[in-house]
């Protein structure tokens, strides 16, 4: 049985002094909840979202990172910083870093690893954009960037989270359906030689989750635009 994971994804949103305000609402409403829930914002504000879920049941993670420890890379986070910091967890390969910063499957490769290596948990993105959907390359464009990004993991692929998240359903208020989420879903579990969660990600609300938890390889959802405001976000992971 796989354990629903409820993760948040920021983005570019909210201050530290937002940030503390933030968890001292949503901390209470998720204090009874058996499900894992990790938020993920942006840098400047770790430090404050891992002093205000200590003692919780609230996991942080990162947006990115870079797979070098240190050195001369302007700009960059690398994991250890990130652990040292708090935070546990750390999204890859997210769509907006492909479409916009040129990640690609090999560099989503790099920097699971350099998670890896640092001991913090991966939740590595993936999905289609509509021009491939409605060419029907959805599963050639899952199998490219499954096999490029997350199958040389080899024996590590047991220690990340896949995210599913179609690009068109990302930020859009369109939604893929329970039916088409579990399609896709089922694909990827078809391509995993072991049993890893599968979260969707792209316009999940309080009023969708539970449609598409209720699908069999659904395991749990990355939220943007729903996770940064506390009682919506409450309502998602207690579904
Ligand atoms: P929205 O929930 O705002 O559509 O964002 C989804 C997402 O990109 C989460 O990583």
Redesign the pocket.
Known sequence: MRKPLLAG?WKMYKTPAETKEFFSVFVPLVSASAHDVVICPPFIDIAAAVEATAGSNVEIGGQNLYWKNEGAFTGEISGPMLLASGAKWVIIG?SERRQFFGETDATVLDRTKAALAAGLKPIVCVGETLAEREAGQTESVLKTQFDGGILPLGDDLAKIVIAY?PVW???TGKVATPEMAQAAHAYLRSLLPVDVRILY????KPDNVTGLMSQPDIDGA?????SLDAASFGKVVNF
């Open positions: 994804n997210h998240e359903a990302i930020g990600g792209g316009s999940v990355l939220v943007g635009g729903a």
